[in-house]
């Protein structure tokens, strides 16, 4: 149902929102799942302005994650030179075009919501007012030292946002100290999960399509392979843990996300002898991911730096137990539900995978906390809380 919310003249109006969405996708994981979980609970007329992304639907065609994948040397370099050339020439032509239609599609009357820090760049380009930018992270400026002409224009939008909106405190933090941007204007709306999916099923069907022998413990990581992810440090642990436990598989769930980065893991699980023990499900869809925290012992999530961390939560949501970093945003969302560790420690790593595997009353209390934990994390308080927001700015006229 549509809000009314009431103008000081007495009039009745419904409420609009020019929701700037960015490219179009259909795979769904991070920043696109919250613009999707917000955007469907939203209580207001949306008009959604999405484009056709040039450089995603080539992407989508020639599958570069599988490019240079064996490939050495000096041809391994110039290709990879080449193909990032390539890449920064169309996310510049995209982003050009996406500047025409949003300018050609916004509503002078409606707030303008730019979901993503990604699409920041309007602001500097084009008058949009009152505005909202949701700002998950400062990773490519902050954590990956990234001073492209892209990341500098987004960080010049973020700065003439009437408001930020941002998922963590941490990532408050990084924006009052990165941006120099006034505290009382950013709002943090946590990311959250949907408790009608995410919840323990009891249900480890969805292993059948390997041929696991019995009783093989399962670990799972969800997300990247970016440099970040630390996924060095976790197959470190992991060829500690063979040494005493050897009858495990690690899925690895999601696209590699980073050039590169699917050809250094291989050559990395082949040095350390893990390639019986890792397996690649890929990318999973939307519906079928809570099946695999179901089907997981445990969810190892290392991660160096992260704005949140979706991951954990959705796997506490389904009873699974977590083991992730004590750094940046993720004890905000693990509390003391999971257990935490210096992410450069492999030892440490190992130890706890092994405690998680072989300790039932460990599981058990771990399993408890986490479903408690989730349960303060909802997409539908995090939509009413961005109503919240949208509010003040049509009553405040954007300040």
């Known amino acids: 149902m549509d809000l009314i919310i009431k103008k000081n003249s007495g009039d009745n109006f419904i409420m609009e929102i020019d929701y700037i969405n960015g490219p179009k996708t259909d795979k769904i994981f991070g920043m696109h799942k919250y613009q999707l ?59 050009y075009r996406y500047r025409q239609i949003v300018n050609k599609n916004i509503k002078p ?77 950013i709002h943090i709306v946590n990311d959250a999960v949907d408790h009608e999916k995410y919840r ?68 990395t699980i082949d040095r350390l002898n893990l390639k019986e023990n890792v397996v690649f499900v890929g990318y999973v869809p939307e519906e079928e991911l809570p099946l695999w925290y179901n089907a997981a012992d445990v969810l190892i999530y290392p991660c160096l730096y992260a704005g949140f961390g979706l991951p954990p939560l959705e796997a506490m949501a389904c009873g699974t137990p977590v083991i992730t970093s004590n750094t940046s945003s993720l004890p905000e969302v693990i509390g003391d539900a999971g257990i935490m560790i210096d992410p450069h420690n492999e030892e440490k790593l190992a130890e706890e995978m092994y405690n998680i595997l072989t300790n039932e009353k460990l599981v058990n209390k771990l399993t408890r906390k986490g479903l408690e934990r989730a349960k303060l994390f909802d997409w539908n308080k995090s939509a009413q809380q961005t109503m919240e927001i949208y509010r003040s700015m049509v009553t405040t006229g954007g300040k």
Not at 238 to 264: M, N, T, V, W
């Open 37 to 95: 979980e917000i955007q469907k609970r939203l209580e207001v007329v949306l008009n959604v302005i999405e484009y056709e992304s040039i450089m995603r639907n080539l992407e989508k065609r020639y599958k570069p994650s599988e490019v240079n994948t064996g490939v050495d040397g000096l041809e391994s370099r110039i290709t990879a030179n080449l193909m990032d050339f390539g890449r920064k020439s169309l996310q510049a032509v995209d982003r």
């Open 109 to 185: 009357e409606n707030v303008k919501h730019i979901t993503t820090q990604e699409q920041a760049y309007l602001l500097k380009y084009i008058k949009l007012e009152p505005s909202i930018v949701t700002c998950h992270d400062l990773i490519p400026w902050v954590y990956e030292k990234n001073r492209s002409k892209i990341w500098k224009d987004n960080m010049d939008g973020l700065r003439k946002a009437d408001k930020i909106i941002t998922i963590s405190e941490f990532s408050k933090s990084e924006l009052i100290k990165y941006l120099d941007y006034p505290e009382e204007n």
């Open 200 to 267: 323990p099923l009891k249900d480890k069907n969805i292993l059948k399509r390997f041929k696991f022998l019995p009783n093989t413990k399962i670990l799972l990581y969800v997300g990247s392979e970016t440099p970040r992810m630390n996924l060095d440090v976790l197959m470190l642990s992991l060829a500690k843990l063979k040494k005493i436990f050897p009858d495990f598989k690690l899925l690895k769930i999601g696209l590699p996300q980073s050039l590169g980065a699917r050809e250094h893991l291989l050559n």
